[in-house]
């Protein structure tokens, strides 16, 4: 079958899917909705499958949308390993999850289920727009668009008045991302005068194999100032996306959103796109060594940062959301120190792993009728068991125990890191060490609060129910897919699979180092260590034997519980100041130039007026005389016209 | 003769007397008129204008009584400026009569110039559209000072 | 300057349009300064006669009958002017016992 038909197949099921739901969904039958919204998800992996099994790929134009001289702008898709990789996670997952959330939202009403699918929909078809895109053009309008559904989705529950505002939050720091992802662009532009990835890269030295991009030869080029900046203002995009550091503080507030988005668009796909960018743009980052190191501090830097975060969060959804934050850390940190699929493994394994987490918190909320608080779970091991063996699968890839896939996704991660040539490298690994410690702590806090020891006294239901199959089956897949996925790439015990880095290497730059044996070593006790915390939470919460930490460090509970006091450093600085701008425009320019010039042209007509109604005497010789006058002046003009 | 009743029309305290005045002007004037070859309208001068226009203004100064003016008035600048601009007109009037250049008068027989013969001639020919709008204006002249005169009857 | 031959002497056509020039004037005079409204009606009058003086003496100076009939005209309507202007005056003055014009000032501002 035609590859490029395939291709712009894959975008238009979920765009139609969306369009139809949007357009008569809430009039028809509740099981339309149903099969509709996941179905085009489901068809568009399907294709997608097709497309990875026949080893398909190229550049395809479907058409030219901006011609001006000699620059031409087509509408094109670039269909390469990593693209479809990432439509593999984007359609696979999202299937699973949108199926999951026909059960989760079957409380709303009619048109309030069908908005949610329409906007699942169109969520999944701008995501794939953005990785699929061919040129930075569209690569922006998918990222914009991606920014926009996730507004949607987390204002879903519009009538909450901290869902509008979370969702407006995320919506404004999305489009400072796209603020410098445009500038980058421009920059790019100014440079080559090209926006298409083929020609930009091509630019740069870039060997193309057939259609594909190949990894670079080259690692000088003579513009690498302006490469710099490229790569420094697309990494703006990249932050704020995926809510690295400094622009994070929308990804917490994001919660409010219901659980399957959250699972969707903050564990699998959305903030995944910062890491897509590093690693497409990975020719422009091998060359601005200066933006590629950033991204790997910047990446470990949030790490620690959100990990630490994590352990005083008392939202289940809540820890969940630092936790990808910190996770997304370790793909930036990956794709920082040029260990591109290593990144991209731990992305995938993440995304098992995470929207697994977020699903069974989904069934467990679900359970205990919307509660969120973990302090008034406790002990639903006995009654929610099949959920409570998912979630703790889930924890266990998180913290990075074999034979889960997180093990050998972040251990891959880290070794790449450690025996990296250079300090950086040795750095973030330090970083990345303790973050995993960390990781292990907290989400041995998590599973032990919510699912040993003893019921708390403020459950809300007191025998609650597990999910319905709808819910339960898409978890339970995610929950295999958790455990097995190890498999995929086992390198980093030193033998064994590497499925992943072959594939992903023809497009990105492979690591261009080799780990040694110490890397398992250092991996294997990471984990060790880990586990031990994890299982060290059990002793504070469950048993209280040890004393929490928290009672001994109070202020420092406080700054974790404060956010590190982000959000209330960003409303002083910009928010606050905003406000005063906006109200001085409308104080000082909007009010005395707009209305008050409005008024004062009116008054001012009126006091013309009201001098021109002088001359209305009302006496009748005033009224001839003026006649007589104007007589004689007329006179004057006509004879003085004549006579020269 | 025509000046000095001229200025008598408009200096004449007394209403009266700047009726007669007038008299005296148009009487100047019809004299004028026959020595302009003007035969009929030296008749009609004196016996419509004269007699009847001046008859009703005398009519009307008899109803509402001999007034004077009194004072200065309340217009204090109306003297000088109408002074002001009248001179600049009548400058004007006689610049421009200085330049007039006559064309060639038509030729026609003088003797009947003037008489009513060439004046019944030109309104019942040329002029007749004119000389019927003349006649509707005066009835309805007529018909409006009849209305306006009218005293408001409650029995009416 | 026309020359007319009147009766077998030479006249100059000029001295009669000077003569309805300054009566002309006098009449402008007489509308603007004096405040009786009679007074000012009158004055009226006198500058139609003299249109009507300057009219006939071009007639006669271009030997066409046109100005005379329109002096005629011009005759005729200054008549009906007069009369319908006096019945308003009568009615107003009447009605308000006043002589000076400037006492009606209603169309002011």
């Known amino acids: 079958m035609n590859t490029q038909a395939l291709a712009l197949t894959i975008l238009l099921l979920p765009l139609a899917g969306g369009g139809l739901l949007a357009g008569r969904g809430w009039r028809m039958p509740r099981v339309v909705t149903q099969i509709v919204g996941p179905g085009v998800v489901w068809a568009a992996f399907a294709v997608t499958l097709y497309l990875f099994f026949t080893q398909s790929s190229g550049d395809f134009t479907y058409w030219t949308w901006i011609k001006s001289g000699s620059f031409e702008l ?115 532009f100014v440079t080559y005068h090209a926006l298409t990835y083929r020609q930009v890269f091509g630019s740069l030295g870039t060997q193309f194999c057939g259609a594909c991009i190949s990894p670079s030869q080259v690692r000088h080029a003579s513009d690498s100032g302006s490469l710099e900046l490229a790569a ?4 703006v995009g990249a932050v704020a996306k995926s809510a ?160 889960f896939v997180g093990f050998f ?236 | 003769m025509a000046i000095i009743g001229g200025v008598g029309v408009i200096s004449f305290r007394q209403p009266i007397r700047s009726v007669l005045s007038l008299v005296v002007v148009m009487l100047a004037l019809s004299v004028l008129f026959l020595l302009l070859s003007a035969q009929f309208i030296f008749v009609v001068q004196i016996i419509v204008y004269a007699g009847a226009v001046m008859v009703l203004f005398l009519f009307v100064i008899a109803l509402l009584g001999p007034a004077r003016e009194s004072g200065r008035g309340r217009l204090r600048f109306q003297a000088g400026l109408s002074g002001l601009f009248v001179l600049a007109f009548f400058g004007l009037v006689f610049a421009m009569m200085q330049g007039v250049h006559f064309r060639q008068p038509e030729t026609t027989d003088l003797n009947v110039f003037g008489t009513v013969q060439s004046i019944a001639v030109g309104l019942f020919t040329n002029y007749l559209y004119p000389f019927e709008l003349t006649s509707i204006l005066l009835l309805v002249a007529a018909i409006g000072a009849v209305y306006l005169s009218r005293r408001d009857d409650p029995k009416n | 300057m026309g020359t007319l031959d009147i009766g077998g002497s030479q006249m100059d056509t000029s001295w009669f349009l000077l003569l309805g020039a300054i009566l002309f004037t006098l009449g402008t005079v007489g509308v603007l300064v004096r405040r009786n409204p009679l007074i000012i009606l009158i004055s009226i009058e006198l500058m139609l006669n003299a249109v009507n003086l300057t009219l006939v003496a071009f007639s006669r100076q271009l030997q066409n009958m046109e100005g005379q009939l329109f002096a005629l005209m011009t005759m005729t309507v200054a008549a009906a002017e007069a009369v319908v202007g006096l019945a308003i005056l009568v009615d107003i003055f009447r009605a308000r016992d006043l002589e000076d014009i400037d006492d009606l000032s209603e169309l002011k501002g």
């Not at chain 1, 593999?88 to 199926?99: Q, W, Y």
């Not at chain 1, 420094?232 to 990494?235: E, I, K, N, S, V």
């Not at chain 1, 060594?289 to 994590?310: K, N, P, Q, R, S």
């Not at chain 1, 890397?519 to 060790?528: A, F, K, N």
Request: net charge neutral; glycine share 10%; hydrophobic share 55%.
């Open chain 1, 74 to 188: 087509p509408f094109n898709l670039l269909v390469d390993n990593l693209s479809l990789f990432m439509c593999l996670v984007i359609t696979g997952v999202g299937a699973l999850i949108v199926t999951y959330s026909v059960g989760y939202m079957a409380h709303e009403d009619g048109p309030s289920y069908a908005r949610f699918f329409t906007y699942m929909d169109v969520f999944i078809f701008s995501m794939l727009l953005l990785v699929l895109a061919g040129n930075f053009v569209f690569l922006i309008i998918g990222w914009a668009l991606v920014g926009l559904s996730s507004y949607f989705l987390i204002g879903f529950w519009y009538q909450r008045r901290s869902a509008v505002l979370a969702a407006r939050k995320a919506f404004v720091m999305n489009v400072i991302g796209d603020v410098g992802m445009i500038l980058g662009a421009f920059v790019l």
């Open chain 1, 232 to 235: 420094f203002l697309l990494l």
């Open chain 1, 244 to 403: 690295q550091l400094p622009l994070h503080t929308w990804l917490p507030d994001a919660m409010e959103g219901p659980t399957p988005v959250s699972a969707l668009i903050h564990a699998a796909t959305m903030v995944t796109a910062g890491v897509y960018l590093v690693g497409r743009m990975h020719p422009i980052y091998d060359v601005a060594v200066y933006a590629h190191d950033a991204v790997a501090i910047i990446g470990a830097v949030t790490a620690l940062f959100a990990a630490t975060i994590a352990i005083v969060q008392t939202d289940i959804k809540r820890v969940l959301a630092y936790s990808t934050m910190s996770q997304i850390g370790y793909m930036f940190l990956a794709v920082g120190i040029g260990a591109y699929s290593a990144g991209f493994f731990h992305l995938l394994s993440h995304a098992f792993f995470k929207a697994l987490l977020f699903m069974a918190a989904g069934n467990v909320i679900h359970a205990m009728h919307d509660e969120q608080d973990m302090r008034k779970y406790g002990g639903l091991w006995r009654q929610l068991r099949p959920t409570s063996i998912m979630f703790l699968i889930g924890c266990l890839s998180l913290v990075g125990v074999i034979p």
């Open chain 1, 409 to 644: 996704s972040k251990e891959q991660i880290l070794g790449a890191a450690f025996s990296r040539p250079g300090n950086l490298g040795l750095a973030v690994w330090g970083v990345g060490a303790v973050t995993a410690l960390i990781t292990g702590f907290y989400t041995g806090r998590m599973w032990w609060m919510s699912f040993a020891g003893k019921p708390s006294a403020e459950r809300p239901v007191a025998h609650p129910h597990e999910a319905p199959p709808v819910m339960l089956i898409p978890v339970g897949i995610l929950a295999v897919l958790a455990t097995v996925g190890g498999l995929l790439q086992t390198h980093v015990l030193g033998f064994g699979t590497s499925a992943v880095s072959d594939y992903l290497d023809k497009v990105v730059t492979p690591q261009s180092w080799e780990g040694g044996a110490i890397d398992v070593v250092i991996g294997l006790t990471t984990m060790v260590l880990a586990t031990l915390l994890f299982l060290g939470a059990y002793r504070i919460y469950v048993t209280q034997s040890w004393r929490p930490w928290t009672a001994r460090f109070p202020r420092v509970q406080r700054t974790l519980e404060r956010k590190y006091y982000f959000d209330e450093l960003y409303n002083a600085v910009f928010v606050r100041s905003m406000d005063k701008l906006a109200d001085a425009g409308y104080r000082d320019v909007e009010a005395p130039v707009l209305d008050g010039g409005l008024d004062r042209t009116g008054a001012t007509a009126r006091r013309a007026a009201s001098y021109a109604s002088l001359l209305q005497t009302g006496y009748f010789r005033n009224y001839t005389l003026v006649f007589v006058a104007g007589v004689v002046i007329v006179a004057v003009l006509l004879l003085a016209r004549f006579a020269s």
